[in-house]
């Protein structure tokens, strides 16, 4: 089923996202669309780790949702697994719309983290991450291996120090143990690319 939509209309009085309900349950699911498209150069594309928001048969389709951003700013979408598909559009200048943080340069000094799904849902569940480190995390992508993060050092230096402060803070024993292990292998990915670049200067 195809659908057509205006970001605006997930959106209050004060142009925050509505968070309630069937209404809440839509934003996030179109709002986290938005983000990883407005995170795309004009005319990209990208397998997204936004999962897909259908239950065909009451199971929640495990598709990861393909993103195209069109040249005249209407954003499309589409899961593989179950044909679901729509269209976005009016997302520019509101809550979801992160291209300030777009980096047309971001490849020639990015490092680039693995994740799990389960690590990946953990990071995307803090609520005090900076917008930058959220902006890593709506601009990760789906690969073979799981799901990709990539970001400049400085980036992923700040992003680990908001998930320390988690993880101390974190009561559930589980969650505190997988935040522990990501900090350790992004602190561990830096002194890498540190000793790397040493290297190559």
């Not at 407005?38 to 936004?50: D, F, I, M, N, Q």
């Not at 954003?75 to 679901?84: A, Y």
């Not at 291209?99 to 389960?118: C, E, K, P, Q, W």
Request: proline residues 2%; aromatic residues 10%.
């Amino acid at each position: 089923m195809s659908s057509v939509i205006d970001i605006t209309h997930y959106l209050d009085d004060r142009g925050l996202p509505v968070f309630v309900g069937s209404a809440g349950r839509l934003s996030r699911f179109f709002g986290n669309i938005v983000a990883a498209a407005s995170l795309l150069p004009v005319e990209g594309t990208v397998v997204s780790a936004v999962r897909c928001g259908t239950r065909p048969g009451h199971k929640r389709c495990e598709g990861s949702i393909h993103i195209y951003r069109r040249y005249d700013g209407v954003i499309e979408w589409t899961c593989p697994e179950c044909d679901d598909e729509g269209f976005v559009y009016n997302w520019e200048a509101t809550y979801w719309d992160k291209s300030r943080y777009y980096d047309s340069n971001l490849g020639f000094d990015a490092v680039t983290l693995i994740v799990s799904r389960a690590e990946y849902d953990t990071l995307a569940g803090l609520d005090t991450l900076s917008e930058e480190g959220e902006a890593i995390l709506h601009a990760a992508t789906t690969v073979d291996e799981g799901i990709e993060l990539a970001a400049a050092p400085g980036a992923f230096d700040d992003l680990v120090g908001y998930i320390a402060f988690e993880a101390n803070h974190e009561s559930n024993h589980r969650s505190e143990q997988l935040l522990g292990k990501l900090c350790e292998r992004i602190e561990m990915l830096l002194e890498f690319n540190e000793i790397a670049q040493g290297f190559y200067d």
